[in-house]
């Protein structure tokens, strides 16, 4: 890929790297005599796990059908010897995997045959775009477009033709975020032999290093019924597919084009609302989104008059603390690219949490325009933000800045820094004056090695955050009470895990653009967990042993919160199924009164009170799958009976329905209440590009039963129409009041160029 034109000569190239492929194609032995000298340099270096993509004669096709009928995928070399991680570390596998990769100019094609003894027992119930598959068969895919062990894209199919997809970003626990949708597509097909996969991604999905002669791959595959994990490259559990520094490499790719690296992508929706005291109306809106690859690794976004009509409900919970909950962002202009903007992730500390921009307590404000940078400059990570929210209810409009930027050095540690800023519309609204900008920075360390004690993971994190005054401006003078501090020494490792952690906030912690649970304070937090796999219990995977300790004292060493978590019993068997018995004591004292419940009020005075908690889940491959737990034990000044009830039923292949009870009872020498919350999800998916949603929940804390239902119809990869319908209803004595009801059709449909 070296010498390739820059980017404002990318449209003029395209027939170039076309005749230059035809040449290529021509001098195969030349060329193939190149790739062995690379698999044989990687291999020299300790590199065992080497695949060779082979690319396309101009006249040879994909027919994107699952099936591996074509004769080009004979030509391609087979990744083929893949090992257990799980059950048995290092064994060969119960059944063969092969993997193969071709491409062309455009797309990357990846073709997985999965074999199978028994095609009777393979598993696929999901078809939901990025739904969980712990129920299901499936084959997962990761591709280090920038060779750096950091970060990585992830695609995963099931039997059924799921498509998932999302960001890998190694934080120290490999995780996965699936908040991003990549335009690709995928087709399965089952046989005699098992199942098979054939994968499409065009090279306009990723952002990737032109100049790199290799990218970071690695495949895994799941055999559900034997809950049997294989990997082809790190199958060691300390490894695995989420950490891209035990990736294989995927060799051969050359002549790539991401065309312009222009997307357009327009909406249209009509939107219909009526309720107690809101005029019915039904208002027609539109917009757009645009995205242009500024380098192949480097894009930018403008979204207009942004809408979030499609946006899954939250998910209610009842609230027996002191301190607000946190809510995971639902939007997917914010949630795209969101591992970029992560600060001192694992450490609970957010100067920046997107749910401040658009949204006040639940009332919707709305987006003007946004725009964002993100993605990879050389050994930097970039992400920036601005966004202009609309005047409403009297607020005036706003602005919103937010950048961040990351070193990355030596294999797996980075230096970032991180800043905000809010800033008010002039003028005098309802709510007063416009507050004067708001400004945060922050610095977070990460230093992260795989290699410590030989094979063991080690990580050490330390950040340090301040806000300006709005009242006096600036940073300096009592910076101090507008700072958060930390650090965080982790080992996160199988059999053994531990970690220790200290943070302190401010009195005066408030970052405008952040979430705020608990100012005040100094937190220290050890953990070990101990995860034996005992031989002798043959139908036993691991057994688990768990301390947790908090101590939160005030910032004159005054404690406010104690709690001793013990988990005297963890058993995970072979199955997926899971048991687990804990114990905690803890202790609270509280400075100002507490209404725990509407006319319960908590006095001032110091609490200790312990409980025993019993969990129980059975595996999700099974049709019908539950969970129960059970906790009883002392609560503030009384007791508490804590029930929560979890039950889903998978009677056909996309079809699901859940049910979930949660139970309160707490008598309190202030009174007594019981809370109870129902939650009724169902899912119905014809296809993996058809699904239906519903989210029927209620709760007694605030009476109102809520309905949330959405189709979804994938056009094409990138291209959706959704209808949203939602009702609230208000319980009374006899009855239920409608409070509101609505409906939303919006369809998108993406321009690439």
């Not at 570390?89 to 074999?115: F, M, W």
Request: overall charge neutral; some cysteine; proline content about 5%.
């Amino acid at each position: 890929m070296q010498g390739r034109p820059p980017r404002l000569r990318r449209a003029a190239a395209v027939g170039a790297c076309l005749l230059g492929s035809l040449g290529a194609w021509s001098s195969g032995a030349r060329a193939q005599t190149q790739t062995q000298g690379q698999v044989h340099a990687l291999q020299a270096r300790g590199q065992a796990r080497v695949l060779e993509a082979v690319r396309l004669a101009p006249a040879e096709h994909v027919a994107l059908d699952g099936r591996l009928e074509e004769v080009l995928w004979r030509r391609a070399p087979a990744a083929d010897a893949f090992l257990q991680q799980e059950p048995v570390e290092g064994q060969p596998p119960t059944e063969r995997t092969e993997v193969r990769v071709v491409y062309d100019a455009d797309n990357l094609y990846i073709g997985a045959l999965l074999h199978d003894s028994d095609p009777d027992g393979i598993l696929g119930y999901q078809r939901q775009r990025d739904q969980e598959l712990d129920s299901d068969d499936r084959f997962m895919v990761v591709l280090d477009t920038f060779l750096d062990g950091r970060t990585a894209y992830y695609f995963e199919t099931n039997p059924a033709g799921l498509m998932g997809d999302g960001l890998v970003r190694n934080t120290g626990y490999a995780r996965v975020n699936k908040a991003w949708d990549g335009v690709w597509e995928a087709r399965t097909a089952r046989g005699a032999f098992g199942w098979s996969a054939e994968i499409r991604i065009p090279f306009r999905t990723l952002n990737f290093d032109e100049s790199s002669a290799a990218w970071g791959i690695n495949f895994q595959r799941t055999v559900r019924r034997k809950n049997e994990e294989l990997v082809w490259s790190g199958h060691r559990r300390n490894q695995g597919l989420l950490r891209p520094i035990h990736a294989g490499r995927l060799i051969g790719l050359r002549d790539l084009t991401q065309g312009l690296g222009l997307e357009v992508v327009p909406y249209g929706a009509a939107t219909w609302r009526t309720g107690a005291g809101i005029p019915t109306a039904i208002p027609l809106d539109a917009g757009v989104d645009m995205n242009y690859s500024v380098t192949s690794n480097l894009r930018a976004a403008v979204t207009v008059n942004t809408d979030f009509a499609e946006a899954e409900v939250d998910r209610r919970r009842v609230n027996l603390t002191r301190f607000p909950l946190f809510y995971p962002e639902q939007r997917d202009f914010f949630l795209e690219n969101a591992s970029l903007f992560e600060f001192a992730p694992l450490n609970a500390v957010n100067p920046y949490f997107s749910r401040r921009i658009g949204l006040d307590e639940g009332q919707v404000i709305p987006i003007e325009y946004g725009t964002r940078l993100a993605g990879q400059a050389g050994a930097n990570d970039l992400g920036f933000l601005q966004i202009r929210t609309g005047p409403v209810g009297g607020r005036p409009a706003e602005d919103f800045t937010v950048a961040r930027v990351k070193r990355n050095f030596f294999a797996q540690s980075s230096i970032g820094f991180l800043y905000t800023r809010r800033a008010a519309g002039a003028g005098v609204g309802e709510h007063g004056p416009a507050a004067p900008d708001r400004h945060t920075v922050g610095v977070d360390l990460d230093l992260f090695t795989s290699t410590f004690l030989g094979d063991k993971n080690l990580q050490f994190q330390t950040f340090y955050v301040v806000h300006t005054d709005p009242e006096r401006g600036g940073i300096a003078g009592g910076a101090a009470d507008r700072a958060s501090r930390g650090f965080r020494i982790n080992y996160p490792n199988d059999v053994w895990q531990a970690h220790l952690s200290f943070r302190e906030f401010g009195e005066q912690w408030d970052p405008a653009v952040g979430f705020v649970q608990r100012r005040g304070f100094r937190r220290s937090n050890p953990i070990a967990t101990f995860a034996p796999r005992p031989d002798w219990f043959e139908s036993v995977r691991h057994l688990e042993f768990r301390f947790y300790y908090e101590h939160l004292t005030d910032l004159d060493n005054r404690l406010l919160t104690q709690h001793t978590g013990l988990t005297l019993l963890g058993v995970v068997w072979e199955s997926g199924d899971r048991f687990d018995l804990r114990r905690n004591f803890r202790f609270e004292l509280l400075e100002a009164p507490f209404e725990i419940h509407p006319g319960i009020v908590l006095p001032i005075g110091a609490y200790e009170f312990d409980d025993w908690e019993l969990n129980v889940e059975t595996a999700s491959h099974r049709r019908l799958s539950g969970s129960v737990t059970v906790a009883v034990g002392e609560l503030w000044s009384g007791d508490r009976a804590t029930l929560q009830l979890g039950l889903t039923v998978r009677p056909y292949p996309g079809v699901t329905a859940t049910t979930e009870w949660e139970h309160e009872d707490v008598d309190l020498r202030q009174g007594r209440f019981r809370t109870n919350l129902v939650r009724m999800l169902g899912s119905w998916h014809a296809s993996p590009w058809i699904a239906f949603d519903g989210n029927l929940q209620y709760d007694t804390v605030t009476a109102v039963a809520g309905l949330y239902t959405r189709l979804r119809w994938i056009l094409r990869p990138g291209s959706d129409f959704y209808f949203v319908y939602t009702e609230n209803w208000r319980s009374t004595r006899d009855r239920f009041h409608t409070l509101s009801r609505g409906a939303t059709t919006k369809i998108n449909y993406t321009h690439r160029f």
